[in-house]
């Protein structure tokens, strides 16, 4: 057991190192770091200047230097700026502190609060990336990538939540009444719309959704087509739609999955035993085919779990609800390089995690299952 | 000292000369009003001066009523410095608590702020500013001549990257040093500021009315302005997250000057929502209550939001989308070809198309006919054919030309139609849209592309702004030593008959040098529901905060 859970860290790490710099690569490419160079210093600059901003901001040297500082196994670069005055990555302010001083705080706490100002080059840590705690800048939201991130999977957090909570017990429920009789009329029709919802992507429900429920053009109106307001105080009117285009997508998928493997239990010889003993269907269904039944939902619950998060960037961006997707797609569209990386690490973990909990989980729903023997 | 109050004295002689224009039919009422009030004769004064009643403050005489939250949608941009700012988005959030010297109003005057008036000598080359007395900066400090000095000390520094306000206020600054010269500004005493420019100009209340120039404390020194909020404005940021939202909070600790002099504030809390550059996404937030008001209806949602029962508010602007050329991009540094590009668009038809008729036609040299000093001219040829042979004699019959814009529904709208009549003058042309986020990292470096201008009091201002050679927003990269020469001496005199004359030579060159298509003019939208009030849109989108009210919920 434990060596398997080593094992799958280590293929953790590996993939976030090789993600992470296929990122770090794309987002360096040359005319990308001339946008940032150019949005930064202004439109206008010239080819000598874009190359003198880039030189003065660290994005000069060698890519794999770059990708060591932002790892932070390298020592973080130092310069100066046009004044003279010594600037580098690790002299950038930590978290903004200052930043909260209110009026009443004066003109003393002037210049030097200001955001840009961080700690003294000499006190100032050599290393500062990510084993350092220190996740960059994010250009566009003007944040530390830390708090940006953490506010995105906050969002997404109760997004998600929800999502589940009306998905897995749905698709259970779909998949076990349509396979504990194969081939009759109730399986048909369940199958029919598990089939469905599973081929419809969420770009598609999503819109039909909000056309459907949520404007005037039906004048249903039941439900808003907006979830911004979800953020803070979700209710019932703002984040329904949201929460069910990504729960009908996903739960087509495990209701089929789970009307397999019920359907494949049901002809089990212990099941035609159990029934000829005299115990009621219903009974058996319940307490002897249900338990072996959800083995493999379980396992396509936790594997959905990634898939889900790419309904997440559609939805999150249809419905204007800034969690994680909403983020990385803001981060794409303006080559944030910090704020990419970090969303790209919080992947790979998310999807791999995911990965060794259903391996755990499958170990301990079935005990013919051994983790860890070869 | 007492603070000399030039408004009750005799108006400036050159307001009483326009008034016998807007008597002869050579000036409309609204360009007088904001000469005669630029001059510094009081807006009431001005509509006498024109044998007119002052309107009431508000069209409506209901009483407004304190408290309340108002949410709006608006882009929520990352605040800098403001000399620096170039989005109105941005001058809107800190409005809270940055006031002006002067502001415009809708209709077209100039109110009194931070100053209490303002008189300009015969020629326009010397200004006398009475600041205005007993308001006082959130954190205690008193309000003085020093502040206004520091302020245009800041803005007439021109060795400041992206500082747009210096070449506003080009007769303050020393061309050697780029900075201001001490001895133009004078301070007379704690209350009164001399200005002596070096040149005549006519604009300089105007601009310092302009969104950028918000007045900030001496403490500020670049950076975040919400970091550490000094300003004499009534609210206090209390959110703010750049493409999230921004909220504004009544701060209880200060007396705002304002509440004696012009009323208000009244709402206790101004939320301002990013639901970024697509127009559905709010209305779908309008549809589900998250909004009050929009920050500019667009296009056809102008009949979506009549039919859901919001109150429409229109202003009439020099607002306008410019389908530029960058000069430095080939193909577009030959004249030829811009002029075949230009020959072959009806800007009729654009303005049919791309904005449902919701304009007036324009005629590709960027002077509104509301412009004081506009010059009629013979309307633009249209002729395709004349368009596909001219590019051909320059050379570029098989070229395929790339229109781009913004995914914003009108803006590609127009350019989709601009576009489509190249196309059937028989030239080859591509178009590309792209997202906000994207399209506003180069919009100053696209070959060809189309950007939305907000309108100026002056006709001379928009051009100083953006065809002046080598200014900071001169998308166009336009550079003619004889429109800068022209355009200098529009811009030093006051008398709109007299400038009309050297505005006919620069219209020409913009139209003969083939710098823009500039189809139409453009009027402005906002939606609110019935509950809100004094949020009608504004010419320039300012935000009046202060004027802004809701009814109580029933």
């Known amino acids: 057991m434990l060596r398997l859970l080593l094992r799958r860290l280590g293929v953790l790490l590996g993939a976030a190192v090789a993600l992470t710099f296929v990122v770090f690569w794309l987002t360096n490419l040359p005319p990308n770091l001339e946008r940032i160079a150019r949005s930064e210093a202004g439109t206008r600059i010239s080819e000598a200047e874009v190359a003198g901003w880039l030189e003065r901001n660290g994005y000069g040297r060698p890519l794999l230097v770059r ?95 929800w999502v589940l909570v009306v998905m897995v017990p749905s698709a259970l429920l779909l998949g076990v009444l349509a396979g504990m009789r194969e081939g009759s009329g109730l399986d048909r029709a369940l199958s029919g719309v598990a089939v469905l919802t599973a081929a419809t992507p969420e770009y598609v429900s999503g819109v039909v959704l909000v056309a459907v429920f949520a404007s005037s053009a039906t004048g249903l109106r039941w439900f808003n087509g907006s979830a911004t307001s ?40 212990y099941i035609r035993a159990a029934r000829l003993k005299g115990l009621s269907f219903r009974q058996v269904v319940l307490r002897h085919a249900l338990r072996n039944a959800l083995i493999a939902p379980f396992t396509v619950v936790m594997l959905q779990i990634p898939w889900l998060l790419n309904g997440v960037v559609i939805v999150e961006t249809l419905f204007n609800y800034k969690g994680f997707g909403w983020t990385l797609v803001e981060a794409a569209g303006n080559n944030d390089i910090d704020l990419l990386l970090g969303v790209s690490v919080v992947s790979v973990v998310v999807v791999l995690l995911t990965q060794m909990a259903s391996d755990l989980g499958y170990a301990l729903l079935n005990p013919r299952i051994r983790l860890g023997r070869g | 000292m007492t603070p000399r109050r030039p408004s009750a004295r005799a108006p400036h002689p050159a307001a009483l000369m326009h008034a016998g224009e807007v008597r002869a039919g050579r000036l409309s009422r609204r360009e007088f009003l904001t000469r005669a009030t630029a001059l510094g004769v009081a807006s009431g004064a001005a509509y006498g001066l024109l044998g007119l009643e002052a309107p009431a403050g508000a069209q409506d005489a209901a ?103 210096a070449a506003r206020f080009a007769g303050l600054v020393d061309p050697a040093t780029n900075r201001m010269r001490e001895e133009a500004v004078e301070i007379l005493d704690a209350a009164t500021v001399r200005l002596r420019l070096s040149a005549p100009d006519i604009a300089v209340v105007a601009n310092m009315a302009d969104y950028p120039a918000a007045v900030v404390h001496r403490s500020y020194d670049g950076g975040d302005p919400a970091a550490s909020p000094i300003g004499t404005g009534p609210y206090l940021p209390e959110v703010n997250e750049v493409g999230v939202r921004q909220v504004l909070v009544r701060n209880p600790d200060h007396a705002w000057w304002g509440t004696a002099v012009h009323g208000g504030p009244w709402l206790d809390r101004i939320e301002y929502i990013d639901y970024g550059t697509d127009p559905a996404a709010v209305l779908a937030a ?144 591509r178009r590309t849209v792209l997202p906000g986020s994207t399209f506003w990292n180069d919009w100053l470096n696209y070959p060809f592309s189309a950007t939305q201008w907000a309108m100026r009091p002056l006709g001379v201002q928009t051009l100083n702004l953006a065809y002046k050679s080598g200014v900071a927003w001169n998308e166009t990269a336009f550079a003619n030593a004889e429109f800068d020469a022209a355009l200098a001496e529009a811009s030093s005199i006051t008398d709109a008959e007299a400038r009309r004359a050297v505005m006919a030579r620069l219209q020409r060159i913009l139209q ?24 009608e849109q504004h010419p320039i989108y300012e935000h009046h905060h202060y004027k802004w009210w809701m009814e109580p919920a029933n």
């Open chain 1, 230 to 269: 979800a953020m803070e105080d979700a209710t019932l009117a703002n984040f329904t739609l949201p929460v069910l285009t990504i729960a009908l997508y996903g739960m087509g998928y495990v209701a089929r999955m789970t009307r397999a493997a019920m359907a494949e239990v049901m002809t089990a010889p």
């Open chain 2, 512 to 535: 003969d040098e083939g710098v823009v298509i500039q189809p139409y003019w453009l009027a402005l939208y906002r939606h609110a529901t019935p509950r809100v009030r004094g949020a």
């Open chain 2, 63 to 165: 009483t407004p009523v304190p408290g309340g939250t108002l949410r709006m949608n608006m882009e929520t941009r990352a605040l800098k410095d403001p000399r620096t700012w170039d989005w109105s988005e941005i001058a809107n959030f800190a409005r809270g608590w940055l006031d002006y010297l002067a502001e415009y109003q809708a209709d077209g005057t100039l109110r009194p702020m931070l100053l209490e008036s303002w008189e300009a000598n015969a020629d326009a080359t010397e200004w006398v500013l009475s600041v205005r007395q007993g308001v006082t900066w959130n954190n205690g400090d008193p309000f003085t001549a020093e502040d206004v000095a520091h302020n245009l000390r800041r803005w007439c520094d021109g060795t400041v990257e992206g500082n747009s306000m």
């Open chain 2, 286 to 429: 309008a549809e589900s209550g998250e909004i009050d008001a929009t920050y500019q209806t667009n296009g056809d949602f102008i009949d979506i939001y009549d039919s859901l029962g919001w109150a429409k508010s229109e202003a009439i602007t020099a607002s306008t989308l410019a389908v530029r050329f960058n000069q430095r991009q080939p193909p577009y540094d030959s004249r030829e070809v811009r002029r075949a590009l230009q020959m072959a668009v009806d800007n009729a038809v654009v303005l049919e198309l791309g904005y449902s008729d919701r304009g007036l036609v324009a005629e590709n040299h960027h002077v509104c006919p509301i412009h004081p000093e506009y010059a009629e001219l013979p309307p633009p040829v249209v002729d395709p054919a004349a368009a596909r042979a001219a590019l051909e004699a320059a050379g570029h019959g098989a070229t395929e030309f790339e229109l781009v814009s913004l995914d914003d529904s009108f803006q590609a709208a127009t350019c989709d139609a601009v576009a489509a009549q190249i196309r059937d003058a028989g030239i080859a042309i």
């Open chain 1, 67 to 161: 990708y060591g500082e932002w790892l932070g196994v390298l020592p973080g670069w130092v310069g100066m700026d046009g004044d003279g005055n010594p600037r580098g990555r690790c002299l950038r302010a930590g978290d903004g502190a200052g930043r909260d001083a209110g009026p009443e705080s004066g003109p003393e706490s002037g210049p030097e609060s200001g955001p840009e100002s961080g700690p003294e080059p000499a006190e100032a840590p050599a290393r500062c990336g990510l084993l350092q705690g220190d996740w960059g800048w994010s250009r566009v939201f003007q944040a530390e990538v830390r708090d940006v991130v953490a506010r995105g999977l906050g969002h997404t957090a109760k997004l998600m939540a």
